[in-house]
């Protein structure tokens, strides 16, 4: 029931680490406290939170893509990996080190406007809360971060979807073979699949 589930959870915790920083140092590298001090408008500091958003999400991807591929992989039912290493040693011994990387192109298409779309959500929320996010509450913090955390997988579900069943599945030629193929024997509704436990998590 548990396998894999530490090196994902340090995993989680290295992105995670990659993500925020990644975002704060663009912000920094595109004068966005000199456009606050401006005092330009909301919709100008927006507009930064979606270009820092764009540059942390591209940058994740990186390392996303090979993590999630193999957590997925020891996700798989009837499995003989025991260990993230023994999974990632038996892929690349048998498919190649480029194999680990199955699937980053969709991993960057989910990524880009997901990582946007929190960090733009997540200051609007807190802003309509409150006139900044320093003065906002834990409880509004949280609040914002889990609406934020929703919405960013509401818009890039369905590629999410595909990209798990094109990194778990060797058959598909392609992701828009997979798109295609999915669509042809589950509709459209077959992209929303586990969008509930989803954004429970």
């Known amino acids: 029931m548990y396998r894999g589930a530490s090196s994902p959870l340090v995993g989680s915790m290295f992105i995670n680490a990659i993500l925020f920083g990644v975002e704060e140092n663009a912000r920094k590298i595109l004068n966005f406290k000199e456009i606050q001090k401006a005092k330009s408008s909301q919709l100008e500091h927006y507009k930064f939170y979606a270009m820092s958003?764009?540059?942390a999400g591209l940058a994740q991807s990186v390392f996303l893509s090979p993590i999630e591929l193999i957590k997925i992989k020891m996700q798989i039912s009837n499995v003989k990996y025991m260990t993230t290493?023994?999974?990632?040693?038996?892929?690349?011994?048998?498919?190649?080190?480029?194999?680990?990387?199955?699937?980053?192109?969709?991993?960057?298409?989910?990524?880009?406007p997901a990582v946007?779309?929190?960090f733009v959500s997540f200051e609007f929320l807190c802003n309509s809360m409150k006139n900044s996010r320093d003065q906002c509450s834990?409880?509004?913090?949280?609040?914002?971060?889990?609406?934020?955390?929703?919405?960013?997988?509401?818009i890039t579900y369905p590629i999410d979807f595909v990209k798990t069943r094109y990194q778990i599945d060797n058959s598909y030629t392609s992701m828009l073979d997979c798109a295609r193929k999915t669509l042809k024997t589950e509709g459209y509704r077959g992209f929303w699949r586990g969008l509930s436990p989803t954004l429970l998590r």
């Open 53 to 55: 958003g764009a540059i």
């Open 85 to 112: 290493y023994e999974c990632a040693r038996d892929l690349i011994a048998h498919q190649g080190l480029r194999a680990t990387m199955r699937g980053f192109y969709l991993t960057v298409i989910r990524e880009v």
């Open 138 to 154: 834990v409880f509004h913090l949280l609040t914002a971060g889990g609406a934020a955390g929703c919405l960013s997988w509401l």
């Open 116 to 118: 946007m779309t929190y």
